[in-house]
């Protein structure tokens, strides 16, 4: 993702020239392009007019520097703010502070979102760096959610806590607890219903089993295909329930990646991790630096 604005933004600086100071109107032929490459990049219009007006006021005036050229200055202050708007630094998952209680991950997100998926692979992730996760299949309006997840738990030999289709959601997270204590397991990580859309009813249950088992870290899982979208995704869930976390999949296809940059800065929940294919080591904790590179190229 992002190839489009990283070839438009090499494309528009390399014509700025070797001048010694940057003027008003370099920047701003440059920052004409940065806003459409970000706007087609699929980033969330008041984003890009706040990020365009904090390059612009950093790059006017500024004395280049003998070692770059005025593009190459441009492209680093563009390049500081991105890493800026993703949030600086990896923010690292949440972890229980009391030995006697567990980690509890809570996965929420519309259907499709990679939910399943990625808790099989946040639990394998966890098991490499030493925790002894139990997957818990709480999503029972679908069956097949259920199915998925116990064939990816004895793919891995990771424990799956599941109840069928007829136990509410919040008795079974509380029940999971209760087996993860018994079990020793430190790590527990709950996969929830999704929705094609933002439900009441599903947004209500997400509440109760958030009361009844007080999560470590609710996480957002959001499929990066669905662009502009994801921002009232991530907004009316942060309405709902407190996210501590968001997690976008699907990176390797060929999304726009521009909820990226939006979804960070209208929620302030900064994203912890990148689904990036459908195998369950395909996950990367996620590092705003890096995906800054990856922008610029
Ligand atoms: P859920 O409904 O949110 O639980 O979504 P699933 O985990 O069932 O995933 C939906 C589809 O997306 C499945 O076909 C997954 O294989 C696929 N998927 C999940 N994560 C990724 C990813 O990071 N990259 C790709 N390419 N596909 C993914």
């Known amino acids: ?121 946040l639990a394998l992730y966890m098991r490499k760096k030493g925790k002894t996760p139990l997957l818990v299949a709480a999503d029972i309006y679908r069956p097949a959610a259920i199915k998925q997840l116990e064939t990816l738990g004895k793919q891995l030999n990771i424990p799956v806590f599941s109840e069928g289709t007829e136990v509410a959601p919040p008795d079974i997270a509380e029940h999971a607890l209760r087996q993860a204590r018994i079990n020793g397991n430190n790590f527990v990580i709950v996969d929830t219903a999704g929705r094609l859309q933002i439900d009441e009813r599903l947004m209500g249950e997400l509440q109760q089993v958030v009361e009844r088992i007080g999560p470590t870290e609710i996480m957002l899982v959001v499929d990066a295909m669905i662009g502009q979208e994801s921002v009232k995704v991530a907004e009316a869930f942060h309405a709902k329930v407190p996210l501590t976390g968001l997690i976008m999949t699907k990176i390797d296809g060929d999304a726009r990646g521009g909820a990226a940059l939006s979804m960070r800065e209208v929620t302030g929940v900064p994203i912890k991790f990148l689904g990036t294919g459908e195998k369950t080591d395909a996950i990367e904790p996620f590092h705003p630096d890096r995906l800054a590179q990856r922008i610029l190229g």
Do not use: C, W, Y
């Open 1 to 121: 993702m992002f190839e489009n604005l990283s070839d438009r933004l090499t494309d528009v600086f390399n014509r700025l020239g070797s001048k010694g100071r940057l003027t008003e109107s370099d920047v701003d032929a440059g920052l004409r392009e940065v806003r459409l490459a970000l706007l087609e990049a699929d980033v969330n219009f008041k984003v890009v007019k706040d990020f365009v007006a904090r390059v612009r006021e950093q790059a006017i005036g500024e004395e280049v520097t003998k070692s770059l050229t005025p593009g190459q200055q441009v492209i680093k202050i563009v390049h500081d703010e991105l890493v800026h708007l993703l949030g600086d630094a990896n923010v690292p998952i949440n972890e229980s502070k009391n030995r006697e209680q567990p980690t509890i991950v809570m996965l929420v997100g519309l259907q499709g979102a990679g939910k399943t998926t990625m808790a099989a692979k």
